[in-house]
């Protein structure tokens, strides 16, 4: 018999979660475009020397979504990065008023920027790095949080 090439175990991507079929619905991203800014977002935390990451754990909100708007504008071409605008229903100058802290960050941001990233909102909630989060956060408007 031949050796399998793939391993089973690298049939469950580490970097999928459980909302990625909605978010790329929504979004009109595909699952390589979405792969590739994750490992980027990854490899960028991952290079964060132990100052650089308590400086950031310290930091409001706003420096912590300027990092994750940073990867987005670095790894997608325009076309996506347009089409997020239109998800989001944000502008740019929008989008850098919350990363300088003078226009409020909703929850509903937080959780989608999150699930985009395919981390848990810890990061932007609390200054935690990111780790992966294979539920994912919800992209919802109103999620239901209780079914009491």
Do not use: N
């Amino acid at each position: 018999m031949f050796a399998c090439r793939t391993s089973p175990r690298k049939a469950f991507s580490p970097m999928r979660t459980a909302v990625d079929e909605k978010l790329i619905e929504r979004t009109g991203l595909d699952e390589i475009t979405l792969r590739r800014l994750r490992k980027e977002f990854h490899l960028r935390c991952s290079r964060l020397t132990y100052p650089q990451r308590l400086s950031l754990a310290e930091a409001p909100t706003c420096v912590r979504l300027r990092l994750m708007i940073d990867t987005l504008r670095d790894v997608w071409q325009e076309h996506h990065w347009e089409g997020w605008l239109r998800y989001l229903e944000h502008t740019r100058e929008e989008l850098d008023e919350m990363c300088r802290g003078e226009y409020p960050i909703s929850p509903y941001l937080i959780r989608v920027f999150s699930a985009l990233f395919g981390i848990k909102v810890d990061f932007l909630l609390l200054g935690s790095m990111p780790t992966m989060d294979r539920t994912g956060a919800s992209i919802e408007v109103l999620p239901m949080t209780s079914p009491y």
